[in-house]
């Protein structure tokens, strides 16, 4: 035993001479980690933006607020810090790095520097400084910027002419917005090249391609009154809308003298794109998020399913004076009855009476909403500015089966997703709307099923040429769907009237609210429409 105790005091001895004889090389020895290995830590807290990881590798501890206030005052996105090659003497290292920060609204700064590192605690830490983070940074200094802009670009029609000069009516400024001073809100939001007070975008078009309108800034970086580098700005891009001035001036002249809240559409079927917006009362935009029962314009969405699961034009149908489906019993508008008649024929006189027992027992709910959502219901929208999607919840009953088979139930819809079915079947194929050729959509493209194009342009034009818009003035080769939309509740309803169609690639859709029925008020106004044209 006593032996082994004195090997031990021995051997502590001999490690202790060593040391002696070694200085410094001891203490390294026994260090913790290396340089390399702490400058990585560090550089991936940087990155991450995680202060408290950063500080946990500093050989004295204290407050990093200079990357806070670098990431406020620069409206730094993201960090990127590639490191170079440690050397290292004795107790003492560095390691270059070369930043690259990624600027909100302004560009990249790519810029070199190092971190110097020492041994404290028999650990390899970053021997911290302002010069840390930037070379040029003096304790006590801070980051801004200084920034010059580049004239702002414009909105146009797709004439090229420009639609943000405040001289457009009243539903082109709805799309377009309009300039105001910008807030600390929106300053966080857009980023520190912009400032309090500056003209930004608000509402429409505006404010949803300010970034692309505005450019970008000329943006010196600057450190106590010091220029470290300047980014060169980019000059604003136009915004060029789909808008068709004349399309646009004839919808307004068949809107502007009516005497109720009037919405009008017309898209290009083969593009998806649209022509024409107007609203006849300012303020809420009714053309683009209006929640519309859409009535019997549905009815078209309805005879898509029915075509697609084998009916035709020329098949025997009934239309009495009422029908019960689910326990609900349906009449026809002014409770008229048609008897035996062709399919083609119940369509252009509207006959729910033959609508709602087809659809229970031809489609059910699953059939009719998949049609409904084939032709835009239930699909994102992403026109450019604010638009509501069509909605159409799957039937619960027989009954609201019933009830959706001729568009009332729960079913809403604007204007802009009517024209975009009166579209599809114009053209054959539903597209997503757009008022900006190009943007990227979220919705795909649907061709109608096989046969349905040619079998549904005979049933709208049949509504024109004998139905419910028999006697409106449609101009010759329109087709088209009359709808009569019951809202409100109480004995007697009161309702919207609306009419859907098309006449060559032009479609549209008009709702006049509490207006009456659809083939007296909405389709005179699509035929003055279509004149205008």
């Not at 940074?137 to 002419?161: E, M, N, Q, V």
């Not at 689910?326 to 508008?333: P, T």
């Not at 009855?337 to 489609?363: I, K, Q, V, W």
Request: hydrophobic share 40%; glycine share 12%; charged share 20%.
């Amino acid at each position: 035993m006593a032996r082994g105790r004195t090997i031990a005091i021995v051997s502590g001895i001999t490690v202790l001479a060593v040391g002696a004889a070694g200085g410094g090389a001891w203490y390294l020895l026994h260090t913790r980690g290396t340089p390399a290995e702490t400058a990585r830590r560090y550089a991936a807290a940087w990155q991450a933006g995680d202060t408290a990881a950063m500080r946990a590798e500093l050989a004295t501890q204290q407050p990093l607020t200079a990357y806070d206030q670098m990431r406020t005052a620069l409206a730094v996105e993201s960090a990127q810090i590639k490191l170079g090659q440690v050397s290292e003497s004795d107790d003492r290292a560095r390691v270059p790095y070369t930043a690259t920060l990624k600027l909100k609204n302004i560009g990249d700064w790519t810029y070199e520097g190092r971190i110097d590192l020492k041994v404290a605690d028999r650990a390899w830490k970053v021997d911290w400084s302002p010069a840390t983070l930037h070379p040029s940074l003096a304790s006590g200094a801070s980051f801004k910027i200084k920034t010059s802009w580049p004239h702002r670009a414009g909105i146009t029609d797709a004439d090229g002419g420009r639609i943000d000069d405040g001289k457009a009516g009243g539903s082109v400024q709805q799309l377009v917005g309009y300039l105001d001073k910008a807030t600390k809100k929106d300053v966080a939001k857009l980023g520190s090249a912009y400032k309090v007070d500056q003209a930004i975008g608000r509402g429409g078009l505006q404010e949803t391609f300010q970034k692309r309108l505005a450019g970008t800034p000329t943006t010196e970086i600057q450190v106590g009154g010091k220029t470290l580098h300047t980014i060169e700005g980019t000059d604003g891009e136009e915004v060029k809308t789909s808008l068709d001035p004349r399309a646009q001036a004839a919808a307004v002249a068949a809107v502007k003298d009516v005497d109720k809240p009037t919405s009008m559409v017309a898209i290009k079927a083969s593009t998806g794109e649209i022509l024409a917006v107007v609203n006849n009362v300012g303020g809420f935009n009714r053309a683009l998020d209006g929640r519309y029962p859409p009535g019997s314009t549905f009815k078209a969405v309805t005879a898509i399913g029915l075509l697609a699961e084998g009916v035709a034009p020329g098949d025997s149908v009934t239309c009495p004076k009422y029908a019960t489906v689910g326990g609900l019993k349906i009449r026809n508008s002014e409770e008229e009855e048609f008897g035996s008649l062709s399919f083609l024929d119940s369509f252009a006189h509207s006959c729910n009476t033959t609508f709602a027992p087809m659809a229970e027992r031809r489609l059910g709910a699953d059939k009719l909403l998949k049609t409904a959502e084939s032709v835009g219901f239930n699909q994102p929208l992403n026109i450019g500015v604010p638009a509501t999607k069509a909605s159409m919840p799957r039937a619960q009953s027989d009954a609201e089966l019933a009830a959706e088979a001729f568009g009332q139930a729960r079913i809403t819809a604007s204007p802009l997703s009517i024209a975009s079915v009166a579209a599809a079947i114009a053209d054959g194929t539903w597209r997503p709307p757009t008022l900006v050729p190009g943007l990227p959509q979220k919705a795909q493209e649907h061709p109608l099923p096989d046969g349905v194009k040619d079998a549904m342009h005979s049933l709208t034009s049949a509504v024109v040429t004998k139905g419910t818009a028999k006697g409106s003035g449609l101009p010759a080769g329109t087709h088209g769907k009359t709808g009569t939309a019951e809202y409100g509740t109480g004995d007697k309803l009161k309702t919207h009237a609306w009419f859907m169609g098309f006449k060559g690639d032009v479609a549209f859709a008009v709702v006049v609210e509490g207006g009456g029925t659809g083939g007296k008020v909405a389709a005179p106004i699509a035929a003055a429409f279509l004149r205008g044209l």
